[in-house]
């Protein structure tokens, strides 16, 4: 692969270069997209470090917000895709971007550094179970750079599809090697969830089923500008196939979690009974859990990944 040319250095987002930019474009983060911006440069340093980032990475980073983040990704990465859904935060992106290749949107010779940057502007989701089509076409198109061979997210997600984003492009055929993302505390603790435990449920089981999941770092408020309410996380996930494997259908068995967690206060047995299509009575459903060795009158949560998989054997309902 030709060599990736030298950056120059990104710029810094302090406190003071974020509030300074804001008020000279008159930019207000919006709570309900969950603009919160890490204003402490060692903590972006070890999300850099834990992604391990290398020519042969495409890097999918969704919010880039001010393109701090984007322009260190390009530093190390073969290929980038960013993804922004705020206009005026997708305008500065793209600044960020064109501030260090002043021919950016558009070359025909390949290897260049502009070919190894794709900036989106709108939803990451189709739908809350889809990416986008943009963006699973840009996926497409960068995993052809020269070199270029696995996918990488590394993100500061917004709350409102951090779950959606792991779960979907967990479940993608793509070659994706891991995700390093900040996410609220809340969300770290249902993806590290174990059985038995409050957060335990359908995230958690879905995700570990797939992946092995760390904790980086649990990080405080302080740490962002503006301040969140609550504390955040950096958190590891790395794909499994052999996981993957032994799971099967992994779109039905998302499906399947859905349906049986939905259900959450009911024991086992009744839960069973309630997921749609099901065909047993529940002294069958009884007969056919004494054949996994499980108790009808436990809860789905008390249940490790390897039962949740026997479960779905038994009682899944093959992916449409």
């Known amino acids: 692969m030709p060599s990736i040319p030298a950056m120059p250095p990104t710029t810094r ?51 880039s917000g001010t393109g701090s983040l984007t322009m260190r990704l390009l530093e190390q990465a073969g290929a980038v895709l960013a993804v922004e859904l705020d206009p005026p935060f997708a305008a500065l992106t ?14 025909t010779s390949t290897g260049t550094p502009q070919d190894r940057v794709t900036l989106l502007h709108g939803d990451v989701l189709k739908g809350k179970n889809t990416l986008s089509e943009e963006v699973l076409a840009g996926l497409t198109t960068l995993l052809a750079s020269p070199g270029v061979t696995q996918i990488k997210l590394v993100a500061n ?45 359908a995230l958690a089981v879905l995700v570990q089923s797939l992946a092995d999941v760390s904790l980086v770092r649990k990080i405080p408020p302080t740490v962002f500008w503006p301040r969140p309410l609550v504390d955040s996380a950096i958190v590891l996930i790395r794909p499994d196939a052999g996981k993957r494997a032994r ?14 967690y939905v259900h959450r206060r009911k024991n086992l047995r009744g839960a069973l009974a309630s997921i749609p299509g099901n065909r047993y009575s529940k002294s069958e459903i009884d007969a056919q859990l004494a054949e996994l060795g499980l108790d009808g009158n436990c809860r789905a949560e008390t249940l490790n990944l390897e039962e949740h998989q026997r479960l779905l054997m038994k009682f899944g309902q093959p992916a449409l």
């Open 157 to 201: 997600l917004p709350y409102a599809v951090a779950v959606p984003v792991i779960s979907n492009l967990l479940l993608t055929n793509l070659p994706l090697e891991r995700m390093v993302v900040m996410v609220q505390w809340e969300i770290a603790e249902r993806l590290l969830a174990q059985p038995g435990t409050k957060p335990y449920a």
């Open 13 to 63: 987002q302090t406190l003071s270069y974020l509030r300074s930019l804001f008020e000279e474009r008159g930019i207000r983060p919006k709570n309900k997209l969950g603009q919160n911006f890490l204003i402490d440069l060692n903590l972006l340093d070890l999300v850099v470090r834990s992604a391990e980032i290398t020519s042969s990475d495409l890097v999918l980073e969704v919010g």
């Open 94 to 107: 793209r600044e960020a971007v064109e501030s260090h290749y002043t021919m950016f949107a558009g070359t």
């Open 247 to 260: 799971v099967g259908d992994v779109t039905a068995f998302r499906a399947f979690l859905r349906d049986l």
